[in-house]
């Protein structure tokens, strides 16, 4: 253990989350096993090495996938809220184990430990909110048309749900759609990132202890780890019947084409673009604040950072100057140090898209604003620390069409009345989230109407980032069209059954058919 990961208690944290040195990387419940090769996570925190996990090889998945089969059989005629009762039994023990877990986001993802616990409390929202929902999975009843003919629908488990999640946020994602499918009826198998399988091994143990207490089968809760290869068998397998991705739009791209040869549903939470559009008569203090968070929170990396900012020109230097004031103020470094706003990226690899993007917005002719950078020297020996960065660019730039996931910020600016600048925030390929800062309502519903911004998440008056998990959250065009959490997401988790009872003593045919025999 390095002397900042002990300094904030590591050790111990690692000790109750029951993180090992080498970890067997699958598991089904409580049983842990693994024959493949190890992964090595590093913190970028510090650049030290934290654990080593096993991957999972196609003989360990399908070990998985048949205890998974097997659990389904039983946990599909549990009544829905008993399974509500075992999401309770989680979420209790979320919260007893909120701290080291957030920690140890924080120490492997990299994110503030504020924000790791923030995540933890996500997770605990959502099993707050599945624990209610599991008795409200309602159906329709509709009127035949057919004398003494009864016509409902009810909703079904549907199976086996493959859970393929992204560093980014290493275990909310992951619990957003255990809490729904579980109170649904389903079972899980979760891929999480190979950047992060130690808060993939953290979360299975928690989940281990609920399902032990209750002698529930083992396979409601399942865990293999490795790249895309084993996401892979996922995608292709027909005994899973949903698989929910999140990740880069190129990844969506090969789960949603893999799923969909054979016909099988994906969920797809993808790449975001997303705008904050500034307008005359917006409140400058809430401004700064919605997009510096936006742009800088978990150093970018969420799929809802801020990345644009379209500005009226008529405030644009006042926006502008307040906001480099306000990222001179920015401190970046270890993560687990609350005095800090910024921590690092995840790898060495993510500061290299770094550098690219800012070497491509100067190429196109941006100019850049607040300078960016690697830091070195202590503190900074991960290579992971960047520095936030501003740039002013023009919307159809390559670069400023493009996601990167680091604290690169695009002031853009527009002349004309709101209706141009939704134009600009729509001109992306993205969907995900968008926001407008305007006390005019007039400008804030024209944001909202039909005509408005083309997002699945559009805010008036706060930031791109941070949505409540009460909503359906996911967005359009590239970014998947896929909806999890809240609202009715948890219809994608179910399949729907329409039925239609007779109760008189003749067979009357629908559409007024005559068929005699
Ligand atoms: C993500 O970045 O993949 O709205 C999820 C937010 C968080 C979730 C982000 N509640 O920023």
Redesign the pocket.
């Known amino acids: 253990m390095s002397t900042i990961a002990q300094q904030f208690g590591m050790t111990e944290a690692l000790e109750i989350l029951g993180i090992k040195a080498v970890n067997e990387g699958t598991s089904t419940g409580g049983q842990w096993f693994s024959g493949g090769e190890l992964i090595e996570s590093y913190s970028p925190v510090d650049g030290q090495l934290i654990a080593k996990v096993k991957a999972s090889t196609e003989a360990d998945y399908e070990k998985v996938m048949q205890s998974a089969t097997e659990a389904f059989k039983t946990f599909r005629l549990m009544p829905a809220p008993k399974r509500g009762e075992i999401v309770r039994q989680f979420g209790e023990k979320l919260r007893q184990y909120k701290e080291p877990l957030g920690k140890l986001v924080s120490y492997e993802m990299g994110k503030s430990y504020q924000e790791g616990l923030g995540e933890v409390q996500?997770m605990i929202d959502i099993c707050d909110f599945a624990v209610g929902l599991s008795r409200q999975l309602h159906g329709l009843t509709m009127h035949s048309e057919r004398p003494s003919h009864r016509m409902y629908e009810q909703y079904h488990p549907l199976g086996v749900v493959g859970i393929i999640s992204?560093f980014?946020?290493p275990v909310?994602?992951w619990s957003w759609n255990t809490a729904l499918a579980w109170i649904c009826g389903d079972v899980c198998v979760w891929k999480p990132s190979e950047k992060t399988p130690l808060c993939g091994i953290a979360c299975q143990n928690i989940i281990a202890e609920v399902l032990r207490e209750n002698n529930l089968p083992e396979g409601i809760s399942c865990l293999i780890n490795g790249d895309y290869k084993i996401g892979q068998l996922l995608n292709r397998d027909t005994r899973v019947p949903l698989v929910s991705a999140?990740g880069s739009t190129r990844m969506g791209k090969i789960v949603a084409q893999e799923v969909a040869a054979r016909l099988g549903r994906s969920l797809l939470?993808l790449g975001?673009n997303n705008a904050i559009i500034v307008t005359p008569d917006a409140d400058i203090k809430m401004t700064v604040i919605g997009a510096v968070f936006g742009a800088v929170?978990?150093a970018g990396?969420?799929?809802?950072?801020t990345r644009r900012l379209i500005i009226h020109e008529s405030i644009y230097d006042k926006v502008k100057d307040a906001i480099v004031a306000a990222y001179g103020q920015l401190r970046i470094g270890n993560p687990l140090d609350q005095n800090n706003h910024v921590g690092p990226l995840i790898d060495t690899h993510a500061v290299e898209l770094y550098n690219k993007a800012l070497a491509q917005v100067v190429a196109e002719g941006g100019k850049i604003l607040v300078e960016g950078g690697v830091l070195t020297g202590a503190g900074y020996e991960s290579g992971c620390y960047v520095k936030p960065a501003i740039a002013e660019a023009k919307n159809d730039f390559a670069i400023v069409q493009h996601e990167t996931f680091a604290p690169v910020l695009y002031l853009l600016k527009y002349s004309g009345d709101v209706t141009e600048a939704i134009e600009i925030q729509n001109g992306v390929a993205q969907g995900l989230?968008s926001a407008i800062m305007t006390n005019n309502l007039r400008e804030a519903e024209a944001f909202l109407s039909a005509a408005g911004s083309d997002c699945g998440?559009a805010n008036v008056n706060i930031g791109?980032?941070?949505?409540?998990?009460g909503g359906a959250?996911g967005g359009e065009k590239e970014t998947g069209g896929g909806r999890e959490s809240g609202s009715d997401a948890w219809k994608v988790y179910m399949r729907r059954q329409t039925n239609t009872i007779n109760y008189s003593t003749s067979l009357p045919l629908a559409q007024g058919i005559k068929f005699d025999l």
């Open positions: 996500e992204a980014n946020f909310a994602v999140t939470e975001g929170g978990t990396q969420r799929c809802t950072s989230s998440i791109t980032s941070g949505a409540e998990i959250f």
